[in-house]
Structures are given as structure tokens and as C-alpha cells.
């Protein structure tokens, strides 16, 4: 039912910031649970951060905390990733997700809990 579009990627130089987007559509956005993935060459795909239904809780993995912000626009069916003091490390395709989860949130929801996907968009952090 809803599709997810993720735009933004590109290639910036280390020290930079990027701000990636999810639009969604169909389905009713505000009812999803948010969250955003990575995979870099040869590895498992990772949790990078989640949002709950209006915003009003975030978790973040160790790696990106204090860099990375996780927000969501219900009105405007988007959710952003703002990423500031980027380092090669953080180079991976990254991926939208939303969850159908209607329970208590007082984790961070695994992987397998999202349901839905986007097609991923390329951020390639330069040295």
C-alpha cells in the first residue's frame, strides 16, 4: 500500500552534512512507525535511527548519535534523515522503512518489523 521514495543522496566531502528524504504515499503516513537503514559494500544491513508516529520519540544507533537527526513531517508525508559531520564510514546506501507497528514504543523496533521499503538512495562520503 504505501511507497517510499528516498532522495538527497550524493557525494560530500568529510566535515560535510547532507539531508536525505523519504516521501511517502498511499496508505496514511502518520500511522507508521519511521525508521532509517544502511548498507555499506560487503555488509549487513544496520539500523541508523527511527521516529515514532508524530516525532515524539527517536532512537539513534551509537555510531550516528549527536550526528544524525531523525524528524518526520506528517502533514507534508515525509520523514528526514539530516546527517552533519559526515566521515567515510557513513558511506552506504540508505534505505526508508515504515513500520505497521500499533503497540507500546518503549524500544526500537527490529528490522524485520518494517514492512515497507524504499528503493535506497547512494551517499558516498569522500576523504
Known amino acids: 500500500q504505501v511507497q517510499l521514495v528516498e532522495s538527497g543522496g550524493g557525494l560530500v566531502q568529510a566535515g560535510g552534512s547532507l539531508r536525505l528524504s523519504c516521501a511517502a504515499s498511499?496508505?496514511?503516513?502518520?500511522?507508521?512507525?519511521m525508521g532509517w537503514f544502511r548498507q555499506a559494500p560487503g555488509k549487513e544491513r544496520e539500523f541508523v535511527a527511527m521516529?515514532?508516529?508524530?516525532?515524539?520519540?527517536?532512537y539513534y544507533a551509537d555510531s550516528v548519535q549527536d550526528r544524525f537527526t531523525i524528524l518526520r513531517d506528517n502533514a507534508a508525508n515525509t520523514m528526514y534523515l539530516q546527517m552533519n559531520s559526515l566521515t567515510p564510514e557513513d558511506t552506504a546506501v540508505y534505505y526508508c522503512?515504515?513500520?505497521?507497528?500499533?503497540?507500546?514504543?518503549?524500544?526500537?523496533?527490529?528490522?524485520?518489523?518494517?514492512?515497507?521499503w524504499g528503493q535506497g538512495t547512494q551517499v558516498t562520503v569522500s576523504s
Open positions: 522503512a515504515a513500520s505497521e507497528y500499533t503497540g507500546s514504543l518503549y524500544r526500537r523496533l527490529q528490522m524485520h518489523e518494517y514492512e515497507h
Open positions: 521516529v515514532s508516529w508524530s516525532g515524539g520519540r527517536t
Open positions: 498511499g496508505g496514511t503516513f502518520s500511522s507508521y512507525i
